[in-house]
T-cell receptor, first 112, second 113 residues
Framework: GENVEQHPSTLSVQEGDSAVIKCTYS??????FPWYKQELGKRPQLIID?????GEKKDQRIAVTLNKTAKHFSLHITETQPEDSAVYFC???????????FGSGTQLTVLP | NAGVTQTPKFQVLKTGQSMTLQCAQD?????MSWYRQDPGMGLRLIHY???????DQGEVPNGYNVSRSTTEDFPLRLLSAAPSQTSVYFC????????????FGSGTRLTVV
């Protein structure tokens, strides 16, 4: 089955700096790559996603890049704010129900 | 729309007891899934369904059963609870059309003592 690795597991940045989280996957047939943000005690919420025919997608301060050849994709958050502090999960979609395989998560802390 | 609704929010079970976690969605989503979330391990797929009457196993199905008699409902049954099933359980649903993201319910925190 699909294997997703996510790095780093923890990341601390100063407010206003950028944060980058990276994920690699194993199944070259995977074609959809969402990122979820989970605040403490809350449900995962989709923040951005990218399809396999697109190399980069941006939505205000967040962007995702995809390198299908190397089988890795990254989340970029610019001008970080304290409310960006959360756990971020990458995921890869595959299979008959496009079920998600998740990375192990990155705890992002934005220091004021 | 209520989205994806999970009940109960919290539950404590004794080892060996059985129970059903409820999940309902009102978005007419074809796909539904159950995940468990354990500290440091992300979310792992338990069971999933592509439509009414069709279910399949995910990564960690042992000890759990599911059924999908309607498009809206996808209950998860714990047959004989074990301490290893202490976790937070999330139900999620999505449209069948390509590259549509999954929407998650608010979760059920289960403790087995």
């Amino acid at each position: 089955g699909e294997n997703v690795e996510q790095h780093p597991s923890t990341l601390s940045v100063q407010e206003g700096d950028s944060a980058v989280i990276k994920c690699t996957y194993s199944d070259s047939a995977s074609n959809y790559f969402p990122w979820y943000k989970q605040e403490l005690g809350k449900r995962p919420q989709l923040i951005i996603d990218i399809r396999s025919n697109v190399g980069e997608k941006k939505d205000q301060r967040i962007a995702v890049t995809l390198n299908k050849t190397a089988k890795h994709f990254s989340l970029h958050i610019t001008e970080t704010q304290p409310e960006d502090s959360a756990v971020y999960f990458c995921a890869v979609s595959s299979g008959s129900a496009r079920q998600l395989t998740f990375g192990s998560g990155t705890q992002l802390t934005v220091l004021p | 729309n209520a989205g994806v609704t999970q009940t109960p929010k919290f539950q404590v079970l004794k080892t060996g007891q059985s129970m059903t976690l409820q999940c309902a969605q009102d978005m007419n989503h074809e796909y539904m899934s159950w995940y468990r979330q354990d500290p440091g391990m992300g979310l792992r797929l338990i069971h999933y369904s592509v439509g009414a009457g069709i279910t399949d196993q995910g990564e960690v199905p042992n000890g759990y059963n599911v059924s999908r008699s309607t498009t809206e409902d996808f209950p998860l049954r714990l047959l004989s609870a074990a301490p290893s099933q202490t976790s937070v359980y999330f139900c999620a649903s999505s449209y069948r059309r390509a590259n549509y993201g999954y929407t998650f319910g608010s979760g059920t925190r289960l403790t087995v003592v």
